[in-house]
């Protein structure tokens, strides 16, 4: 009996299975070989038998009903222990392997047996074709021989079978695989196309730019806001040429530093048509790129926005600003010279109502003159015409004079100053003490009476950094991206008795970043807020 559990056994089973034959339909070429096996042979059973793990199954059962009959009872699974040869058995009666097997002592009752087994290339016998009689009987030479070819036959077409049903297969596959591969395209082509259908919408400028021949291609709108004829070349030098000088290295460095981004870069600049010299304003969103399949090319690509309506919005508004600030300060300092007369002259006269009234008045007029410089210096800073007059001046001595203002005039609340080791830094002292300024006169202003307000300056790595924390209402989450943007206020009931413009911290950041410096906050709702800036400690002069 056969070795089931052999590790040979087991790939013997694989090998058959990879064919897919067992359990199929009959089929007319496995037919006409048992058929013509019987004929030759001379008998009257001839089966296409494959030895499944408990089961003999036969593909083609010439003069035989049964389709299947267990492994045990099987001839067959005998032949193919010795896949070389062709196994005769004359007569099963005689033979104590099978006389008394049922095939033998009942129906088909079984006297001659000849099997040759199936071998496929890699050599595992999947079966054998057999040729079976009642009688019994021996093949003679020319019966065994063609006995074998057909056995031959029937591998071929098995072969053909499997090899068939591959290219089936392949062939479905590769259509699916089409069929994809054209969805995709389809997706890529639809979504170009409302790529497209935005650009024009928007009334945007597309050009793309070969990196190392400075080969330029502009779409028919960028010549446009370029001033430049349909017909007339427009090379990457023209293009920057137009860019107005001021900004023209800007744009120059912003282009290359999106080399080293994967996000896009984006950059505001004024350019001047080429033809009718005048001045636009355009918006540029630049993406770097490399050729997938050369990934030596690389490419810019981008669009352009024609953004002079908005500037010049901006513009306007920053100088209805800058203009009726600069107008209300003349009348204001008059008021204030007058307020301070009048106050002298009631002093003088010992008249308290009087003097108590104007020291008011000259206290509002105070508060008017700082919400005007804030809004000078917004608008100023639009223009990008605040001025630093840098020097080297010790931080610590600026807290010291903080300190002596503060204390004099905040009494509302408890300022402590840490002590601060000297520390020279090279910047605008006017300006870094405003922002020091701003950051008390807001911690005053939104945390409670009594509470305690620290001033901490320290020095670490070659920069200094100076914070006011407070005790007060502190920013909730959502609003802290924003605390730092023009005229941005805070929205809740808390701040309802608060007045303000939201213009302090806005002047505060520009300040400090025009030094090169970073600012930032922490906040703590309902615990207290700490603002503070970070600026480089001047080199020591040789
Ligand atoms: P203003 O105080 O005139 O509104 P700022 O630009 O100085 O303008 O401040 C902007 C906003 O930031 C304020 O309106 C307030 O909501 C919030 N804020 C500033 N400082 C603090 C602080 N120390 N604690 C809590 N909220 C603050």
């Given at each position: 009996m056969a070795d089931l559990t052999s590790f040979n056994e087991q790939k013997r089973l694989e090998a058959l299975h990879s064919y897919d034959i067992l359990d199929t339909d009959a089929e007319g070429d496995f037919d006409d070989l048992t058929q013509l096996a019987a004929a030759i042979c001379d008998t009257p059973i001839s089966l296409i038998s494959f030895v499944d793990k408990d089961r003999q199954w036969f593909k083609s059962h010439h003069g035989l009903d049964e389709r299947q009959t267990d492994r045990c009872h099987s001839f067959c699974s005998h032949a193919i222990q010795n896949p070389a040869h062709l196994m005769q058995v004359e007569d099963a009666q005689n033979d104590q392997r099978f006389q008394d097997n049922p095939l033998v002592t009942g129906s088909p009752d079984i006297r001659f047996y000849a099997?040759?087994?199936?071998?496929?290339?890699?050599?595992?016998?999947?079966?054998?074709?057999?040729?079976?009689?009642?009688?019994?009987?021996?093949?003679?030479?020319?019966?065994?021989?063609?006995?074998?070819?057909?056995?031959?036959?029937?591998?071929?077409?098995?072969?053909?079978?499997?090899?068939?049903k591959k290219l089936l297969l392949a062939n479905k596959n590769l259509m699916e695989s089409n069929?994809?591969?054209?969805?995709?395209?389809?997706?890529?082509?639809?979504s170009e196309k409302r790529l497209k259908a935005a650009i024009s919408a928007a009334n945007l400028a597309t050009w793309q730019m070969d990196f190392h021949n400075r080969q330029l291609s502009p779409s028919p709108r960028m010549k446009e806001l370029f001033d430049f004829n349909a017909d007339e070349p427009m090379s990457c030098e023209d293009a920057v040429n137009q860019i107005a000088e001021s900004h023209r290295q800007q744009v120059?460095?912003?282009?290359?530093?999106?080399?080293?981004?994967?996000?896009?870069?984006?950059?505001?600049?004024p350019i001047i048509g080429f033809h009718d010299k005048k001045i636009k304003w355009l918006c540029a969103n630049v993406q770097s790129y490399q050729d997938m399949e050369s990934p030596n090319i690389s490419y810019l690509s981008g669009t352009i926005a024609d953004i002079t309506e908005r500037k010049l919005d901006e513009q306007r508004r920053t100088d209805i600003v800058g203009m009726v600030s600069h107008e209300l300060r003349n009348p204001l300092t008059a008021i204030k010279a007058y307020a301070d007369l009048v106050n002298r002259l009631a002093k003088k006269a010992e008249d308290g109502f009087l003097s108590d009234k104007m020291s008011k008045i000259d206290s509002q007029v105070k508060r008017m003159e700082t919400l005007i410089n804030g809004f000078l210096d917004v608008a100023r800073l639009g223009e990008g015409k605040i001025m630093l007059e840098?020097?080297?001046?010790?931080?610590?001595?600026?807290?010291?004079?903080?300190?002596?203002?503060?204390?004099?005039?905040?009494?509302?609340?408890?300022?402590?100053?840490?002590?601060?080791?000297?520390?020279?830094?090279?910047?605008?002292?006017?300006?870094?003490?405003?922002?020091?300024?701003?950051?008390?006169n807001n911690a005053v202003?939104?945390?409670?009476?009594?509470?305690?307000?620290?001033?901490?300056?320290?020095?670490?790595?070659?920069?200094?950094?100076?914070?006011?924390?407070?005790?007060?209402?502190?920013i909730p989450l959502k609003y802290r991206p924003f605390i730092f943007d023009r005229f941005f206020r805070v929205e809740s009931d808390a701040m309802k008795n608060k007045k303000g413009f939201g213009m302090g911290l806005y002047i505060c950041k520009e300040i400090i970043e025009r030094h090169n410096g970073q600012i930032g906050m922490q906040s703590n709702e309902d615990v207290g807020t700490t603002f503070w800036f970070r600026l480089p400690v001047a080199l020591a002069s040789a």
């Open positions: 099997g040759i087994p199936l071998l496929d290339s890699d050599g595992y016998a999947l079966g054998s074709l057999c040729v079976i009689d009642n009688k019994p009987k021996i093949l003679n030479e020319s019966q065994q021989k063609a006995l074998r070819t057909i056995g031959n036959q029937v591998i071929d077409k098995l072969l053909l079978r499997k090899n068939n069929i994809k591969l054209k969805a995709t395209e389809e997706r890529l082509k639809e120059i460095d912003s282009i290359y530093s999106s080399f080293s981004k994967v996000e896009p870069t984006e950059f505001e600049f840098k020097s080297k001046f010790d931080l610590a001595n600026l807290i010291n004079d903080t300190e002596i203002d503060s204390l004099e005039k905040i009494t509302s609340h408890k300022i402590i100053f840490e002590p601060a080791e000297i520390c020279i830094i090279e910047a605008d002292r006017n300006k870094i003490e405003q922002v020091v300024v701003n950051f008390i202003k939104y945390s409670p009476d009594e509470s305690v307000i620290t001033v901490n300056c320290c020095i670490q790595a070659g920069f200094v950094t100076l914070s006011v924390k407070d005790q007060g209402m502190g």
